[in-house]
């Protein structure tokens, strides 16, 4: 008689109490700020109600005042641009019996931005949509006025420049142009005027310096003055000897003359809006 193979019987089916315990589930949703385990994709815990007061308090002491500022330089940039048509008027009733080529003109640009051209200089007069900050250590930051009110650390600022008005008449994209003047302006309506040499404006202290016509009637006079004062130079003969055909082509000429360029009454630092270099 053969031996029978022993029967192999079939595995019992797995219990799921004799299952091995599974790793707990990992959730990559975003971290909780106190310290309780994380949320599960699209379900985030509330915020934490000190997180949306610093978010209030920031919007409170300092969008509100950035906004009140920039209400106070736009009005400010307005009343420039209606002292700045008046001046030109005044200018040219002067000028015109003596020598009637002689063109002054006000050209406006845009709600940011115009234009005072005399003879063969140009002033552009801009308007910054940002409201900025300096250092601890300049211009009127150190001032008992600044330190006694936190908004008044906050700036509007219009500029000055001075070009030649052919290089924007013929397009001459190298030519330069040159910083003049600097008006700051605060939440008081009140101003810090700052810029070359050439402006001879005395010191000032910005808690007696309202802004008024008078003020904005001087800033521009200053940087009409010193724009006239800055002769151009023309070039050694050694940087004018040859011209390249794009030269030709976008109209520049060959020989270019440079203002002499201004000096500041002291080093400007960086500007710096909302604590980043601008």
Do not use: W
Request: negative net charge.
């Amino acid at each position: 008689m053969e031996d029978t193979p022993p029967t192999t019987s079939a595995a019992a089916p797995l219990r799921p109490e004799d299952a091995a315990p599974s790793a707990p589930l990992t959730t990559t949703g975003c971290p909780n700020s106190d310290g309780l385990p994380t949320h599960a994709p699209g379900e985030p815990g509330p915020t934490p109600e000190d997180r949306l007061d610093q978010i209030f308090e920031g919007l409170r002491q300092k969008s509100s005042v950035k906004q009140a500022i920039y209400r106070n330089t736009l009005a400010t940039f307005d009343l420039l641009r209606k002292v700045s048509q008046e001046l030109v008027v005044e200018l040219s009733r002067k000028i015109t019996p003596v020598d009637s080529t002689v063109v002054i003109e006000y050209r406006p640009v845009n709600d940011m931005e115009f234009h005072i051209r005399f003879s063969g200089d140009l002033l552009v007069f801009v308007l910054h949509s940002n409201i900025v900050t300096f250092p601890e250590d300049y211009g009127p930051m150190e001032t008992k006025y600044v330190q006694d009110d936190f908004r008044r650390r906050f700036f509007g600022h219009i500029m000055a420049y001075n070009f030649m008005a052919d290089s924007i008449k013929y397009q001459r994209m190298n030519d330069p142009g040159y910083l003049v003047g600097r008006l700051l302006v605060n939440i008081d309506n009140h101003y810090f005027l700052e810029g070359v040499q050439q402006l001879e404006l005395p010191d000032n202290d910005m808690s007696d310096n309202r802004i008024t016509a008078d003020a904005l009637k001087l800033f521009v006079e200053s940087a009409m003055i010193a724009a006239v004062n800055n002769d151009l130079i023309a070039p050694p003969l050694d940087d004018i000897q040859k011209i390249s055909v794009k030269q030709k082509l976008e109209n520049q000429q060959v020989s270019r003359a440079r203002k002499v360029g201004f000096s500041f009454s002291h080093e400007q630092p960086h500007i710096t809006i909302d604590g980043l270099p601008y």
